[in-house]
C-alpha cells in the first residue's frame, strides 16, 4: 500500500527546473561553508501539521482529502498513520521529524491505558525510523488539549493537574529517549493567565520552573542525553503566555537556574505575534548561546493570529541562515516547518508543495548568507561602525580601565565627543538586495 501512489521521491532537479516536485535550490549533498545543505539545514518535518491537520477552522470542519484515514480513532489506524507519515517524509528527503505524544497515540480511558497506546504507535516509529534513517529532532508532550489543561498544565491551580502533566511529560521523555531523540521542547501550551484578578503568577512561574528542574532531572536519571528547549509565543491559546518572547524566556531560565539546561526553539510566527522579526529573536537567543533550533513558518501580515503557513520568502530565510551560520550554525536543532497547508489545499499532493517550497526558501536563504559571508563586505561595514572600540578609550572601557570618574576627566578636557558616523541603513540594505 503506498499512500502517495504518484510520487517516486523529489529530486534535485537546479535552478532552471520547471517541475513543481522537484528542488531547484535543496541539494542535500551540495558543500556550503564546507558542510552538507543537509548538515546545516537539518529539515524536520511535524507530525501534528502534516498529519493531524484536517483544515478544520473556527468557522467549518476539517476538509483535507487524506484517504489513508479510516476515520476511526483507533491504535491501528494510528499505526497505519505513521507508515504513511514515513512514506511522506522519506520520498521528501527530509532526514528528521518531530512530534507531540497526543499527535501519534490516542488517548485511552486512564493515563495506563494511554501510555500502553503510545507504546504500539512508538513501536512502529521505530521501526520506520530503522527501515528509512529517519531521525526524531525532538519529542514533546501535549499539555494544553486535554480538558483538564484548561488552566494550564505545569501552571494549572490544580495541583493533580500538574501531578499528571509531569507524568505525561515522564513518558514524553521516555519515549523519546526510546526513539533516539536529539532534543525535547517545552511550548507553553497553556501556561500563562487570561485573568490576573484570578492569578498567582509568582506562584505559577515558581511551578513551572519546578516542573522543567523535574524534567531535567528525570533527564539525568533515565540517560537522555538530548538538547532540551523551550519555544517562546506571546498570545494564543491564553492572552499572555508566560514564555512570551525569546528575552522572556532568557530571564526565566536565568532567574530559576534553568539556563544551562535548556536552549531556545525560535517560531518565526511566534516572533511576529511579540511584534520581533525572526531575526531579532534568533540575535537574542544567538547572543545568550541559547539559539537551539527553528520552527520554521511565517505568519500572514494582515492577519493577526498564528497562521503557520509555510515560509517561502527568501529575505525572511536569508536573515534567519545568516543568524545561524553567525552562531555557529545549528547542532542538536533543526529546520523544523511547524507549518500548515492551507485549508483551502485540501489533497494530499499540497503536502509535497508545500515542504518542497518551503525547503527551496531555506537552501536558498542558506547560499545567499553564505554568499553575503564569503564576501565580508557586510561584516567590514559592521566591524568598521564599532571601530571606536578598537583602540583608545573604548579599548579601556571594555577592558575595565574606566569608571565615571576617569570619564568625566576625559571629557572634560576633551569637551565634546568626537563626531558621529552615518549607520548607512539604505546604501547597507541595497547591498543586501545585490545578494538576493
Ligand atoms: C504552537 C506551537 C507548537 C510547538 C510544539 O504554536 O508552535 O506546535 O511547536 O508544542
Ligand atoms: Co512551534
Not at 531560565?253 to 525572526?278: I, V
Not at 554568499?371 to 579601556?396: C, F, N, T
Request: charged residues 25%; negative net charge; hydrophobic residues 40%.
Amino acid at each position: 500500500m503506498t499512500a502517495f501512489p504518484e510520487i517516486k521521491s523529489i529530486p534535485f532537479e537546479g535552478p532552471q527546473s520547471k517541475n513543481p516536485l522537484a528542488y531547484r535550490y535543496y541539494n542535500a549533498d551540495e558543500k556550503v561553508e564546507g558542510r552538507t545543505m543537509r548538515d546545516h539545514l537539518r529539515f524536520s518535518v511535524v507530525y501534528w501539521h502534516t498529519f493531524r491537520g484536517t483544515g478544520s477552522d473556527p468557522f467549518g470542519p476539517g476538509c483535507a482529502v487524506r484517504p489513508w484515514e479510516d476515520g476511526t480513532d483507533s491504535v491501528e489506524n494510528a499505526q497505519n498513520r505513521a507508515r504513511v507519515a514515513f512514506e511522506f517524509i522519506e520520498k521528501l528527503g527530509a532526514p528528521f521529524y518531530a512530534f507531540h505524544d497526543r499527535d501519534v497515540a490516542p488517548e485511552g480511558a486512564t493515563l495506563a491505558e494511554t501510555n500502553k497506546n503510545l507504546d504500539a504507535v512508538v513501536k512502529v516509529l521505530k521501526e520506520e525510523q530503522e527501515r528509512t534513517g529517519i531521525k526524531l529532532l525532538w519529542g514533546t508532550a501535549n499539555l494544553f488539549s486535554n480538558r483538564r489543561y484548561m488552566h494550564g498544565a505545569a501552571t494549572s491551580p490544580n495541583a493533580e493537574v500538574f501531578a499528571f502533566a509531569a507524568a505525561q511529560a515522564k513518558k514524553a521523555l521516555e519515549v523519546t529517549k526510546e526513539l533516539g531523540g536529539a532534543g525535547y521542547v517545552f511550548w507553553g501550551g497553556r501556561e500563562g493567565y487570561q485573568n490576573l484578578w484570578n492569578t498567582n503568577m509568582k506562584r505559577e512561574l515558581e511551578h513551572l520552573a519546578k516542573f522543567l528542574h523535574m524534567a531535567v532531572d528525570y533527564a539525568k536519571k533515565i540517560g537522555f542525553t538530548g538538547q532540551f528547549y523551550i519555544e517562546p509565543k506571546p498570545k494564543e491559546p491564553t492572552k499572555h503566555q508566560y514564555d512570551s518572547d525569546a528575552a522572556a524566556c532568557l530571564n526565566f531560565l536565568r532567574e530559576y537556574d534553568l539556563l544551562p539546561h535548556l536552549k531556545l526553539n525560535l517560531e518565526t510566527n511566534h516572533a511576529t505575534l511579540a511584534g520581533h522579526t525572526m531575526q531579532h529573536e534568533l540575535e537574542v537567543a544567538g547572543a545568550a548561546g541559547a539559539l537551539g533550533s527553528i520552527d520554521a513558518n511565517t505568519g500572514d501580515m494582515l492577519l493577526g493570529w498564528d497562521t503557520d503557513q509555510f515560509p517561502t520568502d527568501i529575505y525572511l530565510t536569508t536573515q534567519c541562515m545568516y543568524s545561524v551560520l553567525k552562531y555557529g550554525g545549528l547542532k542538536t536543532g533543526g529546520v523544523n516547518f511547524d507549518a500548515k497547508v492551507r485549508r483551502e489545499s485540501f489533497e494530499p499532493i499540497d503536502l509535497f508543495y508545500a515542504h518542497i517550497g518551503g525547503m527551496d526558501a531555506f537552501a536558498r536563504g542558506l547560499k545567499i548568507a553564505a554568499a553575503m559571508r564569503a564576501d565580508g563586505q557586510l561584516e567590514k561595514l559592521l566591524k568598521d561602525r564599532y571601530a571606536s572600540w578598537e583602540s583608545g578609550v573604548g579599548a579601556e572601557i571594555e577592558a575595565g580601565k574606566h569608571d565615571f570618574a576617569s570619564l568625566e576627566k576625559l571629557m572634560l578636557e576633551k569637551g565634546e565627543a568626537a563626531a558621529n558616523v552615518s549607520g548607512r541603513q539604505e546604501m547597507i540594505e541595497n547591498l543586501i538586495n545585490t545578494y538576493l
